[in-house]
């Protein structure tokens, strides 16, 4: 089994920074593209940013210059910088990523349960 466990959310006010976490765990062979979405409440849930495991970013509009995504090859782990938050950002944050478990099999979609972002004065 394969999970994903994000960490950092919380409340922050206008102008601010927090630094989102997810870990990838478990029977892992190999991890492609792993990303941030979120979802804002009565609204679907949205790509926030991408990164390939090559490096290669992917940002939506909204948060090209605001938000940072990285990775940790190493630790399985990918990043989410988010600075001068808006309430507009408050949402849930959901780590995803391409997870292949044994060399024979595609990479599949897996979720991590989501950590809350609060933008608020």
């Known amino acids: 089994q394969v999970q994903l466990v994000e960490s950092g959310g919380g409340v922050v006010q206008p102008g601010g920074s927090l630094r989102l976490s997810c870990a990838a765990s478990?029977?892992?062979?190999?991890?492609?593209?792993m990303g941030w979405y979120r979802q804002a409440p009565g609204k679907q849930r949205e790509l926030v940013a991408s990164?390939?495991?090559?490096?290669?970013?992917n940002y939506a509009d909204s948060q090209k210059g605001r938000f940072t995504i990285s990775r940790d090859n190493a630790k399985n782990t990918v990043y989410l910088q988010t600075n001068s938050l808006k309430p507009e950002d408050t949402a849930v944050y959901y780590c995803?990523?391409?997870?292949?478990?044994?060399?024979?099999?595609?990479?599949?979609?897996?979720w991590g349960k989501g950590t809350l972002v609060t933008v608020s004065s």
């Open positions: 478990g029977n892992i062979f190999r991890i492609y593209r």
């Open positions: 990164i390939t495991n090559g490096g290669n970013t």
């Open positions: 995803n990523a391409v997870i292949s478990t044994n060399p024979s099999t595609q990479g599949m979609d897996y």
